[in-house]
């Protein structure tokens, strides 16, 4: 059997309307108990406090609803990894989130901000009966800032966001929203047919989204990858390589949630495919074994194969020199609507974008959809910048790509 603990602590600080709103601590913790019976699994979660044996008892009843599968538990072996990330005051984060609304107003003195900045620290510990003893404790900081500018009839919204351990630069942040804001003081018609592209990094996850799932074993396993048959294969530009590194930045991670270590892996190397990730059961499948990427996207389910943290290899020019090498195009900030899915079929409405005029920006694009496929534009990479930053999970640079279609109001 195995028994999964997570324990989390979150202090969040809300900002609405230019001035702090709320203050907040929040507590969870919760066991989830995995068994097999008869090679049949059952699964059991309790929240707070648990009585070991109405657990058991849950798990057992469970698994009588199941087949057998093969029993997948990491070998055995006592692991206590050294905390990682340093906590900061509330008082702190009210500061961050003063100075940066603070900054924003002085340029833009029209606008409205909102700002929500937290400290989570999250321990996790795996039990099992093989004699596995496993645990760590991580702290992130995090935090979103937003500019709500009305003029008129027209409105826009500018956001982001910044996920650390140790320190958050919310004037950074700042920085970068009063750029959005500047080059949005114009408004200008799109341009419309076939353009060079320029993804932000925080625009570019809707194709790192397409290629993460593209890479999953469980997708080769269910023949829905497009890439199942393509190991060693030339699946991108040569200008991408993708890969993952337990070490990196906020997300990094000794072990996953089967307790099997994980380790840096390269995906993708100069457009060749080298590998896919697995968890236990599926890299017993592919016959390779697990790659330590078996997580479990809630308390309550199975571990599955997926990515703790993926980096994209940066180019070198920052995103202004990019923005300079463009004659005629388009830049993508934010988008509205779902992503591409794993097709890489794609067609999504621009919520901020800009037209870009012999290596400069004209002004903000309205009413502008982008469409185009993931895997297409992939292999049509032009360049990637030395921007990259972490969003969410995924430390990613700006790219340009081509072969996508613009179509707009005039």
Known sequence: MEVFQSHSLSRPVYFEANRLKQLETSQVEGTALRLWREGRPGLAVAYGDIEPQALIDRAVAISALNEPEEIELAPGSKLSYPDVGESVTVDQLVRWGESAIALIRQAYPDVICEAELECDIETTRIVTSKGLDC?????????????????????????????????????????????????????????????????????????????????????????????????????????????????????????????????????????????????????????????????????GSYPTPSLFNTLIKPGRRSLPELIASLDEGLVVDQMLGGGAGISGEF?????????????????????????????????????????????????TPSLIVEDLSTTGKQ
């Not at 799932?213 to 829905?224: D, M, N, P, T």
């Open 135 to 299: 645990s760590y404790s991580d702290t992130t900081l995090s935090s979103y800032l937003s500019a709500e500018w009305v003029r008129g009839e027209d409105f826009l919204t500018v956001g982001d966001g910044q996920t650390c351990r140790g320190h958050l630069d919310l004037n950074q942040l700042a920085d970068q929203i009063l750029q959005r804001l500047e080059w949005a003081e114009v408004n200008v018609s799109p341009p419309v047919g076939r353009f060079p592209i320029l993804f932000t990094a925080k625009a570019a996850d809707m194709l790192w989204a397409t290629v993460q799932a593209a890479l999953s074993g469980k997708r080769v396993i269910e023949r829905s990858s497009p890439w199942s048959d393509r190991i060693g294969e030339q699946v991108t530009s040569k200008a991408l390589t993708l890969s993952q590194d337990p070490d990196e930045g906020p997300f990094s991670c000794p072990f996953d949630d089967e307790g099997t270590p994980t380790q840096p892996l390269v995906f993708i190397e100069n457009g060749i495919l080298r590998l896919f990730y697995t968890d236990r059961t599926i890299g017993r499948k592919l016959g390779h074994g697990s790659t330590g990427n078996g997580f479990r996207p809630g308390l």
């Open 347 to 395: 067609s999504v409405n621009v919520e901020l974008g800009y037209r870009v005029k012999q290596g400069k920006i004209l002004g903000r694009i309205k009413d502008t959809m982008v469409a185009g496929n993931v895997y297409t534009a992939l292999q049509n990479l032009v360049e990637l910048g030395g921007d990259a930053d972490w969003n969410g999970a995924c430390y």
